[in-house]
């Protein structure tokens, strides 16, 4: 029996909650509101009503009355006309005159991975606040925590062993997911394609492990509802024993490459992780399977190019090829198919509604979905097959300028024979 475990490397722990910014207050004595031109929150002195007194200094004041206030404080917010706070806060019923000033959630961080792919200025501008993408993606993998409120969690299968739910139990699901598309709505993180649609299909136990019998059954579900669903993206964050026979498991025997060449001729996009041994992946399925975009893992730890950047949960360095990551041999075969993601230190959802920080080749895969996600939702991938699509995504990464990239051999200065591929960029879609 084959088990698949993806190795899961934690982090620093979890992310704070969202936090607000909010002004200090402003004396009694007339000061001009450094905040939100002529808005104030006017605080009352116990005793007093305050929608009467908001009222009365309307009628008096000339004052735009807005929100009012009778249970945290006593008051009422307004605009106040220039020249009316000092009489204002001559009246005795006030106890003190706050100036209002903008607040917006600190939560919402820009992960540095989403950061490093330029998903911020992609279609969608991960990171402004604003704008979402439709297409589906299935997440094949641990589950996804379906009550996290930063996923868009539409619907799912169970194909692990035990109940028929497909929420997440171990949190390597639930991070994938939002790394693909955590919904830019102020809390938590962003992902590279925000709030898409996202199908949990849970095929690993809460321990990480599950069998290849329960790997195709997610196979087989996607495939069997992507057209229904509108899924076109598939993530497998996941991976065991195995090679490609170039015939789709049909030389071999290997009943998972024929599910997924199946699946991909129903028009799935298939991305995967290379794997985390620092070894050549030829052994290691799906990564191996010629059909499948397979993604090796870089270290960055400031979203930007050019490394230099101190580590922050590991000794890499900044900019190069991940020590962990597995790779595959300059001249072989799988060249075609391979491409690079950051996958250490990242930040993004997790079980139990939280957040963590953590690394692998597994963090990395769920940055190019994404990029698959977005290059079909711009149109920049209309039409084209998922063979297509793979050498796409591909090009444009290799693409761009020289700077863009990363160093592969920081931790193997000697061996010239690693093909990590190039930086995905999302920046284009």
Same mark, same amino acid.
């Given at each position: 029996?084959?088990?698949?475990?993806?190795?899961?490397?934690?982090?620093?722990?979890? #992310?704070?909650?969202?936090?607000?910014?909010?002004?200090?207050?402003?004396?009694?004595?007339?000061?001009?509101?450094?905040?939100?031109?002529?808005?104030?929150?006017?605080?009352?002195?116990?005793?007093?009503?305050?929608?009467?007194?908001?009222?009365?200094?309307?009628?008096?004041?000339?004052?735009?009355?807005?929100?009012?206030?009778?249970?945290?404080?006593?008051?009422?917010?307004?605009?106040?006309?220039?020249?009316?706070?000092?009489?204002?806060?001559?009246?005795?019923?006030?106890?003190?005159?706050?100036?209002?000033?903008?607040?917006?959630?600190?939560?919402?961080?820009?992960?540095?991975?989403?950061?490093?792919?330029?998903?911020?200025?992609?279609?969608?501008?991960?990171?402004?606040?604003?704008?979402?993408?439709?297409?589906?993606?299935?997440?094949?993998?641990?589950?996804?925590?379906?009550?996290?409120?930063? #996923?868009?969690?539409?619907?799912?299968?169970?194909?692990?062993?035990?109940?028929?739910?497909?929420?997440?139990?171990?949190?390597?699901?639930?991070?994938?997911?939002?790394?693909?598309? %955590?919904?830019?709505?102020?809390?938590?993180?962003?992902?590279?394609?925000?709030?898409?649609?996202?199908?949990?299909?849970?095929?690993?136990?809460?321990?990480?492990?599950?069998?290849?019998?329960?790997?195709?059954?997610?196979?087989?579900?996607?495939?069997?509802?992507?057209?229904?669903?509108?899924?076109?993206?598939?993530?497998?964050? #996941?991976?065991?024993?195995?090679?490609?026979?170039?015939?789709?498991?049909?030389?071999?025997?290997?009943?998972?490459?024929?599910?997924?060449?199946?699946?991909?001729?129903?028009?799935?996009?298939?991305?995967?992780?290379?794997?985390?041994?620092?070894?050549?992946?030829?052994?290691?399925?799906?990564?191996?399977?010629?059909?499948? !975009?397979?993604?090796?893992?870089?270290?960055?730890?400031?979203?930007?190019?050019?490394?230099?950047?101190?580590?922050?949960?590991?000794?890499?360095?900044?900019?190069?090829?991940?020590?962990?990551?597995?790779?595959?041999?300059?001249?072989?075969?799988?060249?075609?198919?391979?491409?690079? %993601?950051?996958?250490?230190?990242?930040?993004?959802?997790?079980?139990?509604?939280?957040?963590?920080?953590?690394?692998?080749?597994?963090?990395? %895969?769920?940055?190019?979905?994404?990029?698959?996600? #977005?290059?079909?939702?711009?149109?920049?991938?209309?039409?084209?097959?998922?063979?297509?699509?793979?050498?796409? !995504?591909?090009?444009?990464?290799?693409?761009?300028?020289?700077?863009?990239?990363?160093?592969?051999?920081?931790?193997?200065?000697?061996?010239?024979?690693?093909?990590?591929?190039?930086?995905?960029?999302?920046?284009?879609?």
């Amino acid at each position: 029996m084959l088990y698949f475990r993806p190795v899961i490397r934690l982090g620093v722990g979890l #992310l704070g909650t969202a936090a607000f910014s909010l002004s200090s207050f402003l004396s009694v004595t007339a000061q001009p509101n450094a905040g939100l031109p002529d808005q104030y929150i006017v605080v009352l002195r116990d005793g007093h009503d305050p929608l009467t007194v908001a009222q009365q200094h309307a009628n008096v004041h000339a004052l735009s009355v807005g929100f009012v206030y009778k249970h945290a404080l006593k008051g009422y917010a307004a605009r106040i006309p220039e020249g009316r706070l000092a009489a204002l806060a001559r009246d005795p019923r006030v106890l003190f005159i706050s100036e209002d000033r903008p607040v917006k959630a600190t939560g919402q961080t820009l992960p540095t991975g989403v950061d490093r792919i330029q998903a911020d200025v992609s279609s969608t501008k991960s990171g402004n606040g604003t704008g979402t993408v439709n297409v589906a993606v299935a997440i094949v993998d641990t589950g996804i925590d379906i009550r996290h409120r930063d #996923l868009n969690v539409v619907g799912g299968k169970n194909c692990s062993t035990g109940g028929t739910s497909y929420d997440d139990g171990n949190g390597h699901g639930t991070h994938v997911a939002g790394t693909v598309a %955590a919904k830019d709505n102020g809390i938590g993180v962003v992902g590279v394609a925000p709030g898409t649609p996202l199908y949990a299909v849970r095929v690993l136990d809460d321990t990480g492990s599950g069998t290849w019998s329960s790997v195709i059954c997610g196979i087989d579900w996607v495939s069997a509802n992507a057209a229904n669903y509108g899924i076109k993206v598939v993530n497998m964050s #996941l991976g065991g024993s195995g090679s490609d026979d170039n015939n789709c498991g049909y030389t071999n025997g290997d009943a998972l490459h024929q599910a997924i060449c199946k699946s991909v001729e129903k028009g799935l996009t298939y991305v995967v992780s290379a794997g985390n041994s620092a070894l050549d992946f030829v052994n290691s399925v799906p990564a191996a399977y010629n059909e499948v !975009l397979t993604v090796t893992a870089i270290a960055d730890f400031n979203g930007q190019p050019g490394g230099g950047a101190a580590p922050t949960c590991s000794a890499d360095i900044d900019d190069t090829a991940a020590s962990f990551s597995n790779f595959t041999t300059i001249g072989s075969d799988d060249e075609s198919h391979t491409i690079a %993601a950051p996958g250490v230190c990242i930040n993004s959802t997790w079980k139990g509604r939280s957040y963590n920080t953590i690394s692998g080749t597994s963090m990395a %895969a769920p940055h190019i979905a994404g990029t698959a996600a #977005l290059c079909i939702a711009s149109g920049a991938c209309s039409g084209l097959t998922p063979n297509q699509i793979i050498a796409k !995504l591909r090009s444009d990464a290799a693409a761009q300028p020289t700077n863009y990239g990363f160093t592969y051999f920081s931790n193997s200065p000697n061996d010239t024979t690693r093909y990590y591929g190039s930086l995905g960029y999302a920046g284009g879609y």
